[in-house]
């Protein structure tokens, strides 16, 4: 089992271009999250998906989409990336009795 | 809106055990506290987690007071590999998900 996987590792944009983040889980998980970590601070929830088809806001959603392409995908979309999402951006999906988060390796973004 | 909160920093002698202490003070009966480390900006990882009695699993214990105010992550013999930020976590159920409010955490530093 590979687990959550994350591509790209890292991405250097310029302010305005687009890019998708891509998340994969292969744990049979319903709900996978999208998080993003500032220097020094703890994870703010960006958008999370309950189940396959649904998506919901988290507390900083402002600037992202998302889309769960099925029960294994989970994808976050910079329309028109900006300084301030520069990051680094953490999937997760949760399962399990104990309702264990786990993380994929993370998305370096920084857009100039 | 922190639910909970930690020391910056710790410092603890290779060997000896490591007392990460959390105030969450505001949680509710039914919300759970979880323990999750990050090393070196890795994908944080999963320690521990309880509602009102004390756990102990491979990794760690987890000691919740009484009127479940606070709880310390306790690793036994601490050792180079332990050094990370440890965050403690409160875990909140929503009617279709699972809420984690991370706080800043704590940076633990393990000394030969």
């Known amino acids: 089992n590979a687990g959550v996987t994350q591509t790209p590792k890292f991405q250097v944009l310029k302010t305005g271009q687009s890019m998708t983040l891509q998340c994969a889980q292969d744990?049979?998980?319903?709900?996978m999250y999208w998080y993003r970590q500032d220097p020094g601070m703890g994870l703010r929830l960006i958008y999370y998906?309950?189940?396959?088809?649904?998506?919901d806001k988290g507390e900083v959603p402002n600037g992202y989409n998302v889309s769960r392409l099925n029960k294994r995908e989970f994808s976050l979309r910079l329309e028109s990336a900006a300084p301030s999402q520069t990051s680094v951006y953490f999937c997760?999906?949760?399962?399990?009795?104990?309702?264990?988060?786990?993380f994929g390796p993370g998305t370096r973004l920084l857009v100039l | 809106d922190a639910k909970t909160t930690q020391p910056t920093s710790m410092d603890c002698a290779e060997g000896r055990a490591a007392n990460l202490p959390c105030n969450h003070s505001?949680?509710?009966?039914?919300?759970?506290v979880y323990w999750y480390r990050q090393i070196h900006s890795q994908g944080p990882q999963y320690i521990i987690h309880?509602?009102?009695n004390n756990e102990t699993n491979e990794m760690a214990s987890l000691i919740i007071t009484e009127d479940r105010k606070s709880s310390t992550l306790i690793l036994p013999h601490a050792t180079l590999r332990d050094t990370a930020v440890y965050y403690c976590?409160?875990?909140?159920?929503?009617?279709?998900?699972?809420?984690?409010?991370f706080g800043s955490g704590t940076k633990l530093n393990v000394k030969p």
């Open positions: 505001t949680i509710s009966g039914n919300e759970y």
């Open positions: 744990m049979n998980h319903n709900s």
């Open positions: 997760a999906s949760i399962g399990g009795t104990s309702e264990t988060q786990y």
């Open positions: 976590i409160v875990r909140v159920s929503a009617y279709n998900f699972n809420k984690f409010y």
């Open positions: 309880g509602l009102k």
């Open positions: 998906s309950a189940s396959e088809g649904t998506t």
